[in-house]
């Protein structure tokens, strides 16, 4: 495993382009492309203002900024560098922009979701959608690029639009049956949208592409309900993670619960292997204080981990959430199938420092990993069954059937990994600090062997 | 004082004699009242003056015979005088009873205070019960007090339950009541900020000043490289089929993937529906039983399995697929039945009883134990007979064994009597031998005899022939001159009969036909004579012949069981032959 020399970047916004090429970064109001293999500069675009967004559109062609205080997107061309394009949404300000999958279209939603504005690369063309809903996810593209499922609100109800994408014609327009929906994702093969209500009520709906109510699904009532909702690669499952820290699967055949992943604090399964993070300092006099140690530890990047095999009865550390507060720390959060859909992975809020591996075949428990510090981002490998996992400090974490490896990133300077993104490849991560970035090349020949 | 003794005397007078209590009191009581004046006036004197001896006397008198006593008086003709003798004697019994009295008096005051102390211990006790009573009752007033006051808890509880049910309800209802309003706020509030949106939309449509504008150098072509077209009908049109045509892929590519699933199943299916077939079919005559139970069923499945086992995957009606299925579920419903009554067999073959009984509620477990202890017990009584007998059986064989060894003895005591009998017999032959001789020496005898009878005959004849006056006659002379010829013969033969007697075996070979009669009856007579014994001579052989027939018999008896021997031999292979027989078949 190796690693490049560090760059700078901000606001961590970082992307490589989909064809695995280029690696564009912003460094304030600078947009930096290189390329991937060699890192060498290729194009360097100077933005009006400090980017807040950054984008590459599906060809990997263009590169969209948006400077949303401004209320203006730049758009770079990679092939004509001097290029240019600029949208300006003015006084009526701009809080989200992205592309079309076509890589053609902008799409702004404006401030206070008044409307989404779609802007035509190719005929300088503007057109207006209304009434967009402000929630977690209320728009989503199905991943063949042809249709746009967007939430609506009109009139006190919910509402899904179905555009194609193509021209943006209107397809479907259809109530949906939720008190506040919060959310909406396509099927990875197009054909299902899930729709899912706010966390008030356990509800979640599963639309055909024409509009048909295929099947609803709800676990229990009263009590804070979905919290994150996932499809697997092969449209099998839908993984439903709530504030009850349950993931429950339903299968695409009957939409019924098949199963359903409970996160316990007392391990006591046997078949699941419980990874525990020792930190291991290195030998410092005994004159010197516990803190002290601590600190130049966390500063100097002197401290060493591995992981140990804990055997059952683990028990893993939990944090009660404020019930007063509201968006209590409870509920799994997130969820991440991988590549082959053999694997979930889970976190549940209030067991901040797990992550947990379910085996999608046996519909267990396969493996546990206890950090030593609250869990920031995990990814899966988008070629193989291997997820990456930061933890906010200067060490990377890897999980494969094989086990479990913790890489101390050798870079100067505190480079404490917050995020994380694989290359399309499955070779390359790019590994997010605070301000910089560094790119770790998996030593494939190793992993094979 | 007299009083007191008075108040005394009935006492006493039970005492004495407690039959007669209920007659004597009276006469004395009327006599006291009667004697009462009497004893008033001489109260403060003594009780017997000059003047009234014969009164007290009388009364005296009177009193001892009211006492049971002799008189001490009697009254015979007007003389006064007093028998000393029986005053005496009245007096000592008086001294005696007395006496008496006093000891019963005694024996009644330690009874009384035996009595009275025990009153006092019951007294006591009875105060303690009652204050154990006291102290229970109040026990159980505070108990039932407390009852009491648990029950108002109780009722008192019940009535916060309702209280909070209804408060339950309400907050519910509030809670209901809220949220509609929350709602209808929510709304309204939504509704008014979608107005404001809009306001503020179209004033920012209005406002010239700062436009939304897009500022392209130039216009870059489409990703595919065709021109945009124009909304028609014919584009919404052309939507719609390419929606339902992804839909319409999907569902067909999903399809073919459950149609894959399937068939894969079915396969498994059929797999398992041809192994379970196999393994009915085997199972089959041993259940048969079961076979009757569900004959027409089997019957009827028979088929179906048949049918439906020719019926290949690809046959994916709605029939064959119900008949696949039901097939599938009767064989397995009988599988299953099978392998239950197999593990009930297991389990009453191996566990059995101790099993169940596991099942089975504590008692009859423990009732089990008991009678399985019980079984113990007796199997160790049986086991300890067991010993006993196979200890008493081991004297039988000593008894074979003395047996056997009898069987020795009698071997050798048969050896013994069997050279005996050879000794025997040889001495028999002598015997016989000496017989022949002595019978052959006999009728040499009685030949000679009868020779010299004639002889004398002859000569006799000759006698009184040469005497008579017939002398002339010719035969006699004849006879006479052989008579003579005989006597000197004779004479000389008798002069040479122990040379005869030896050597005439050879000569008497003519002689001897005549004369056996009377041999045979001179030769009984001749016996003792020659000093033989004819009774040993007759028992000698008897006993041989006895122990002959002992050793036949004895021989006798041992074939017959060797026989029997042999055919219980025989009978066993027989019977194993049999016995093979019967498990070849």
């Not at chain 1, 509009?211 to 699904?217: A, D």
């Not at chain 1, 993670?241 to 695409?252: A, C, Q, T």
């Not at chain 2, 009535?159 to 509030?174: R, S, Y």
């Not at chain 2, 005869?500 to 002689?511: A, F, G, V």
């Amino acid at each position: 495993m190796n690693f490049s020399e560090v760059f700078k970047q901000s606001n961590q916004l970082c992307k490589v382009s989909p064809d695995g090429k280029y690696l564009a970064t912003c460094v304030q109001y600078r947009l930096v492309v290189r390329d991937v293999s060699t890192l060498q500069i290729l194009q360097l675009y100077t933005c009006l203002d400090q980017i807040s967004h950054m984008d590459w559109s599906s060809d990997s062609l263009f590169i969209l900024c948006a400077m949303y205080k401004r209320g203006l997107v730049q758009v770079w061309s990679l092939e004509q560098p001097d290029w240019h394009c600029k949208i300006d949404e003015g006084s009526i300000g701009l809080v989200s922009s992205r592309w079309s999958p076509d890589g053609r279209h902008i799409l702004n939603t404006t401030e206070f979701h008044l409307r989404v504005t779609v802007w035509s690369l190719c005929t300088k063309a503007v057109s207006y959608i209304k009434y967009p809903k402000a929630c977690q996810k209320g728009i989503d593209f199905s991943r063949d690029g042809c249709y746009m499922a967007l939430a609506e609100r009109r009139d006190c109800k919910d509402y899904v639009s179905v555009f194609v994408c193509d021209d943006w014609h209107l397809l479907r327009h259809f109530e949906t049956e939720t008190q506040d929906l919060a959310g909406l994702e396509w099927s990875p093969n197009g054909c299902v949208l899930a729709v899912w209500d706010s966390c008030l009520e356990y509800k979640v709906l599963l639309y055909s592409l024409d509009g048909r109510l295929l099947s609803t699904y709800s676990a229990y009532e009263w009590s804070l309900g979905v919290k994150s909702v996932t499809w697997s690669p092969s449209s099998q499952f839908l993984a439903i993670g709530s504030y009850d820290e349950k993931v429950r699967i339903l299968n695409h055949i009957t939409w019924k619960k098949i199963a359903q992943f409970e996160h316990i604090a007392t391990i006591n399964n046997t078949k699941a292997v419980v990874y525990k993070e020792v930190e291991k300092r290195p030998a410092v006099g005994s004159d010197d204080l516990s803190l002290h140690n601590l600190t130049i530890g966390t500063t100097l990047f002197n401290t060493q981990s591995k992981y140990e095999i804990c055997p059952p009865p683990v028990q893993v550390p939990v944090v009660k959430p404020d019930p007063d507060r509201a968006n209590p720390k409870i509920g799994v959060s997130t969820l991440a199938f991988s590549s082959d859909s053999r694997y979930l992975a889970t976190k549940n809020d209030n067991m901040a420092s797990v992550v947990w591996v379910w085996d999608m075949q046996k519909m267990s428990l396969l493996a546990v990993l206890e950090q030593t510090s609250a869990v920031r981002c995990f990814q899966w490998d988008p070629r193989r069954p291997r997820l990456a996992l930061c933890t906010g400090n200067t060490k990377l974490y890897l999980w494969s059937p094989a086990g479990c490896v913790s890489v101390q990133v050798p870079t100067e300077g505190g480079f404490q990994v917050q995020s994380l993104n694989w290359h399309c490849s499955g070779d390359t991560l790019i590994l997010l600090g605070k301000d910089q970035l560094c790119l770790c090349y998996m030593d494939t020949d190793q992993e094979d062997k | 004082m007299p009083e007191s003794s008075l108040d005394i005397f009935p006492p006493k007078v039970k005492d004495i004699c407690g039959s007669s209590i209920e007659c004597r009191p009276s006469p004395l009581r009327q006599f006291s009242q009667s004697s009462l004046p009497l004893h008033r006036n001489n109260m403060l004197s003594t009780f017997c003056t000059e003047e009234n001896v014969q009164e007290c006397l009388s009364h005296i008198n009177q009193e001892v015979s009211s006492l049971g006593l002799p008189p001490v008086w009697m009254e015979s003709g007007g003389s006064s005088e007093m028998n000393v003798v029986a005053v005496l004697n009245c007096m000592y019994e008086l001294i005696q009873l007395h006496h008496r009295g006093l000891r019963t008096l005694e024996n009644m005051e330690v009874e009384q205070l035996k009595s009275s102390s025990n009153v006092d211990y019951l007294q006591l006790t009875s105060t303690q019960l009652k204050e154990q009573l006291e102290l229970s009752k109040r026990e159980n007033t505070g108990l039932l007090e407390r009852e009491r006051q648990l029950q108002l808890k109780v009722k008192s509880l019940q009535n916060c339950l309702k209280n909070e049910k209804e408060e339950l309800q309400k907050l519910q209802n509030i809670i209901a009541s809220r949220a509609s309003q929350y709602n209808h706020e929510m709304k309204r509030k939504e509704r008014e900020f979608n107005k404001l949106r809009e306001r503020l939309n179209q004033l920012l449509v209005d406002k010239k000043e700062k436009k939304q504008a897009i500022d392209v150098l130039n216009n870059i072509g489409r990703a595919d490289g065709k021109r945009s077209l124009w909304k028609t009908e014919k584009t919404e049109a052309k939507h719609e089929g390419m929606m339902y045509k992804t839909l319409l892929s999907d569902y067909d590519l999903r399809q073919r993937e459950l149609l894959l699933e399937n068939a894969e199943l079915k396969k498994v299916l059929q797999q398992m529906k041809k192994d379970m077939v196999s393994i009915l079919s085997s199972k089959k005559p041993t259940l048969k039983d079961n076979q009757q139970q569900d004959d027409d069923i089997q019957a009827d499945s028979e088929e179906e399995v048949f049918d439906s086992s020719k019926e290949s995957v690809e046959l994916y009606c709605v029939h064959a697929r119900e008949k696949l299925t039901n097939s599938i579920r009767l064989q397995w419903r009988r599988l299953k039945s099978h392998v239950e009554r197999l593990d009930n067999q297991v389990s009453l073959a191996q566990i059995g009883r101790s099993k169940n009984t596991d099942a089975v509620s504590q008692e009859t477990h423990e009732e089990e134990m008991d009678r399985l202890k019980l079984e113990i017990q007796q199997c160790k009584d049986f086991i300890q007979t067991q010993h006993q007998l196979l200890q008493q059986l081991s004297s039988p064989y000593d008894e074979e064994k003395s047996s056997l060894l009898s069987d020795c003895y009698m071997l050798q005591e048969k050896e013994r009597f069997r050279d005996e009998w050879k000794t025997l017999e040889e001495q028999r032959k002598i015997f016989e031998r000496e017989r022949r001789n002595f019978t052959e020496a006999a009728i040499r005898l009685s030949h000679e005899r009868k020779a010299f009878e004639d002889d004398r005959a002859t000569w006799l004849k000759h006698q009184f022939l040469n005497l008579s006056p017939f002398a002339d006659s010719k035969k006699p002379q004849m006879s006479k001159s052989k008579s003579a010829f005989l006597i000197s013969k004779t004479e000389a033969s008798a002069a040479s009969a122990p040379e005869n007697l030896i050597k005439r075996p050879s000569d008497t070979t003519s002689p001897t036909p005549r004369c056996v009669p009377l041999t045979s009856q001179s030769t009984a007579e001749l016996y003792p004579t020659l000093c033989l014994v004819p009774e040993n001579r007759s028992t000698k052989p008897k006993r041989l012949t006895e122990h002959v027939e002992e050793s036949s018999i004895f021989l006798n008896g041992n074939v017959p069981v060797q026989h029997k021997q042999w055919n219980g031999r025989e009978e066993h292979s027989s019977h194993t032959l049999t016995k093979e027989k019967t498990s070849s078949i």
